[in-house]
């Protein structure tokens, strides 16, 4: 599942809000019947003191997705179109989606 989506700018470092609409050839932002979910996206950056050290346990950057305000079904494949939608949009933090978890408040 594709989406046109708002970011809406926070003060916030490392926290993200969207407003997820269906994707559509014709942007409608704002029409209430194309509006699917707003949602918090919180990027836990590993610290550097740990990027370089060797270890058995391997650290990564995370992010955690709060889903609110959801107009569809939540289930797995809603949840995996935000991960591949965060991951896509935020590919400056190296976040594998693996790392990506989403909750739905």
């Known amino acids: 599942m594709e989406f046109n989506f708002l ?10 809000e ?3 609409y269906k ?3 014709e942007i409608q932002i704002g029409k209430e019947d194309t ?4 949602i918090q996206v919180v990027i836990v950056e590993l610290n550097e003191v740990f990027k370089n050290r060797k270890s058995d346990v391997s650290f ?3 992010a955690f997705v709060i889903v609110d305000d959801c107009k569809i079904s ?8 935000i991960k591949r939608f965060v991951f896509n949009e ?11 978890q989403v909750y739905n408040s």
């Open 74 to 81: 939540f289930d797995e494949v809603f949840a995996n179109s």
């Open 90 to 100: 935020l590919a400056e933090f190296e976040i594998e989606e693996s790392e990506i």
């Open 23 to 25: 994707y559509d050839d």
């Open 60 to 62: 990564k950057n995370k």
């Open 7 to 16: 970011e809406n700018i926070t003060p916030y470092k490392n926290l993200f």
């Open 18 to 20: 969207y407003q997820l």
């Open 35 to 38: 509006f699917l979910a707003n």
